[in-house]
């Protein structure tokens, strides 16, 4: 054992155990989801990947000879410049230091994170093969063990979060004995479970935030921890519009990154909390709620409308709640009931009995 059991009794996890049993009895099948979770249409999403770039899609031509695109040609030559020279001398850069390379003829850092993105679609490779990374945002906290690429050791705990690694590619010898991966949605919440010590009382497992929406290591690093060691993973977002936005890109992945998506998504993650039905059952008051806005209704119709809801009837019947109540409700909400009862009641409660879609 890499580390000591310091969490509750063994039979806490029972659940859990089968919950992961029945991922790898998926996985061995070859798809993504355990059987009876529905079947999807053809589309452009694939249940075992989420969201990819289809065949027919529609392209863009830059032509060198065309005064309309004379300037992204030289724009991407630029940058197809450097990427030689960090792949020839074997060295990183992430996007911001390309944009420093010639601020001027650039304009703006969205330029380049646009052409990096269009290079790398282009190749069919992922970004990191093009020696550049992105600024990681993200938190880890937990029982895991890793060495960054420097030869650095790294050994997370369950009392203080240390920043998820830029080059996640890069990091090797990764040790857990967790027994499930929480994705929690917003950095005051990850802070506050860090606080109630809920990842000492639960352990052995691994907590991650992306604060808000993923970047792009934190999602890589979620990718690397299921291929290395298939284990459950649950998120813990607001019951919102915006909080499932965030979950469905971890599992399904974006548009904008469709054509990486077997580098990105998990498609075994479940919605732990917050659930719509929730606020019902625990008859959180109508006071601490907060009424949808017509951008919320918005995103909450386009959300539905996506394919991959049709894989999801529990997830559609929770929106459809959310839908009809017209309201929608923060993590926070739950501390109307006591201070501590996300840590000491909620969580524990879910996971011991299985209270995930």
Request: charged residues 20%; positive net charge.
């Amino acid at each position: 054992m890499a580390f000591a059991p310091m969490g509750p009794e063994a039979s806490f996890f029972d659940v859990l155990d089968q919950h992961r049993a029945s991922l790898l009895a998926a996985l061995r099948r070859g798809g993504g989801e355990p059987a009876g979770r529905g079947t999807c249409p053809a589309s452009r999403f694939e249940d075992s990947v989420g969201l990819q770039m289809v065949s027919h899609c529609t392209m863009r031509k830059i032509k060198s000879d065309s005064l309309k695109s004379v300037k992204n040609f030289a724009l991407i030559l630029k940058v197809l410049s450097v990427i030689y020279k960090l792949v020839q001398s074997n060295t990183y850069a992430t996007k911001r230091d390309i944009y420093y390379t010639d601020s001027q003829l650039f304009g703006n850092q969205a330029v380049v994170d646009n052409i990096v993105d269009n290079i790398s679609c282009m190749l069919k490779v992922p970004r990191r093969c093009l020696h550049i990374l992105s600024t990681s945002k993200g938190l880890i906290a937990g029982n895991l063990k890793y060495i960054e690429e420097d030869g650095t050791k790294v050994n997370c705990s369950c009392t203080t979060a240390v920043a998820v690694p830029s080059n996640i590619q890069g990091i090797w010898n990764l040790i857990t004995d967790a027994k499930f991966l929480l994705i929690v949605e917003k950095d005051a919440t990850f802070q506050r479970l860090l606080d109630d010590n809920f990842c000492s009382k639960t352990s052995p497992c691994i907590m991650v935030t992306g604060k808000g929406v993923p970047d792009l290591n934190t999602r890589l690093l979620v990718r690397k921890l299921w291929d290395t060691f298939h284990i459950p993973i649950f998120t813990l977002v607001d019951a919102d519009p915006h909080g499932i936005e965030i979950m469905c890109i971890y599992k399904y992945g974006s548009m904008s990154m469709s054509f990486e998506a077997h580098n990105l998504t998990v498609p075994a993650i479940r919605w732990l909390g917050l659930l719509p039905s929730d606020i019902k059952r625990l008859n959180i008051p109508k006071d601490t709620l907060i009424p949808l806005t017509k951008q919320d209704q918005k995103k909450l119709d386009s959300i539905l409308k996506r394919p991959y809801v049709t894989c999801q009837p529990f997830w559609r019947q929770e929106m459809e709640i959310m839908a009809d109540s017209k309201m929608k409700a923060e993590i926070q909400a739950l501390t109307f009931l006591s201070s501590d009862y996300l840590s000491r009641v909620y969580l524990p409660n879910k996971l011991k009995f299985g209270g995930w879609i």
